[in-house]
């Protein structure tokens, strides 16, 4: 299934709606610039690149369940890598045609925050052959009890 060919309208209304005002009193300033401006945090820095403890990763604007650690794998791209979302109504994906390439960029479904981007067909053997690249600032990891 090729990402970009199925995405997601984002011009719904988000579930979770704050104020620029709230969400940068909320967020720090490396969060708020993912989850609201669509920045992306250096490779290689994030908390969670490495991390292989098992929960549920939540978004960290508005707590709502993204993915979970079983489709967490090492890609080694600088980013964690998931192969699929926690749900399929988790996340909206959108085409994204900034700095001159067409990627499919991934979105929380529940408040629209920035999340990262999806690629397909890269090699990597899990069952979707898909590639969530996310910024680790725009997750919080829930660990399993």
């Known amino acids: 299934?090729?990402?970009?060919?199925?995405?997601?309208?984002?011009?719904?209304?988000p579930r979770v709606t704050k104020s620029d005002?709230?969400?940068?009193?909320?967020?720090?300033?490396?969060a708020y610039?993912?989850?609201?401006?669509?920045?992306?945090?250096?490779?290689?820095?994030g908390e969670y690149t490495d991390t292989t403890a098992e929960?549920?990763?939540?978004?960290?604007g508005c707590g709502a369940e993204l993915f979970r650690s079983t489709t967490k794998f090492e890609s080694h791209c600088g980013w964690p890598s998931f192969y699929d979302p926690a749900d399929s109504d988790a996340v909206i994906l959108r085409k994204d045609?900034?700095?001159g390439m067409v990627r499919v960029e991934v979105l929380c479904a529940s408040c629209h925050g920035h999340l990262?981007?999806?690629?397909?067909?890269?090699?990597?053997?899990?069952p979707t052959d898909q590639r969530y690249c996310i910024n680790s600032v725009a997750l919080r990891?829930?660990?399993a009890e």
């Open 21 to 30: 005002d709230e969400w940068r009193a909320e967020l720090d300033p490396e």
């Open 141 to 143: 990891l829930v660990p």
């Open 55 to 60: 929960g549920v990763y939540e978004c960290r």
């Open 33 to 45: 610039a993912v989850l609201r401006k669509s920045a992306t945090e250096r490779p290689f820095t």
């Open 97 to 99: 045609a900034s700095l």
């Open 1 to 13: 299934m090729d990402p970009a060919a199925n995405t997601t309208p984002a011009e719904t209304t």
């Open 116 to 126: 990262g981007h999806v690629f397909e067909g890269e090699g990597y053997a899990t």
